[in-house]
T-cell receptor, first 111, second 113 residues
């Protein structure tokens, strides 16, 4: 059974700092991995999707990497802003299972 | 930009009452899902729906739950007799390919008293 872990659970950084959020998974046989953003009490906004054949994806200040062999993905946020404050969720498809989520990393960017 | 829409945004109900949560998936999508998130916990899969039938369901999705696509646009989740532990945020999602990028709605917050 696929397990997804996100460390740290919470992170607080000053504005302008570059940061890395981590996601690890137990079963490397995945189809794809998706990073989401969730604001308090709100829905899930898709940020990046990485297919199993890809190593990374970039969108603006966000860069997600995937290393299947080590069961890890990272989300890199460059030049963080207070508006980046949210919970970031990692989720993945493996086998024929539906999307499995981690518990998320709650990010606070302090002005 | 196309989006998944959900109604109501918040519903408060008494234990034992029936609840229907509604979703309008993105129009050209073929796969539909319900997930839920109990406060402070992970987002959990409930059920997937394709070609007018359930394709997969979790152990959470017991006989008290049902889904329906009553017309070409709506996708509903019904809870027949709500329990206190059904209090959660319920998310509808859709995609065009079963293992493709998943798009979520804003959620329906259900509070069972």
């Amino acid at each position: 059974k696929q397990e997804v872990t996100q460390i740290p659970a919470a992170l607080s950084v000053p504005e302008g700092e570059n940061l890395v959020l981590n996601c690890s998974f137990t079963d490397s046989a995945i189809y794809n991995l998706q990073w989401f953003r969730q604001d308090p009490g709100k829905g899930l906004t898709s940020l990046l999707l990485i297919q199993s054949s890809q190593r990374e994806q970039t969108s603006g200040r966000l860069n997600a990497s995937l290393d299947k062999s080590s069961g890890r993905s990272t989300l890199y946020i460059a030049a963080s802003q207070p508006g980046d404050s949210a919970t970031y969720l990692c989720a993945l498809h493996s086998g024929n299972t539906p999307l499995v989520f981690g518990k998320g990393t709650r990010l606070s960017v302090i002005a | 930009e196309p989006e998944v829409t959900q109604t109501p945004s918040h519903q408060v109900t008494q234990m034992g009452q029936e609840v229907i949560l509604r979703c309008v998936p993105i129009s050209n999508h073929l796969y539909f899902y319900w997930y839920r998130q109990i406060l402070g916990q992970k987002v959990e899969f409930l059920v997937s729906f394709y070609n007018n039938e359930i394709s997969e369901k979790s152990e959470i999705f017991d006989d008290q739950f049902s889904v329906e696509r009553p017309d070409g646009s709506n996708f509903t989740l019904k809870i027949r007799s709500t329990k206190l532990e059904d209090s959660a945020m319920y998310f509808c999602a859709s995609n065009s390919v079963g293992t493709g990028e998943l798009f979520f709605g804003e959620g329906s917050r259900l509070t069972v008293l």
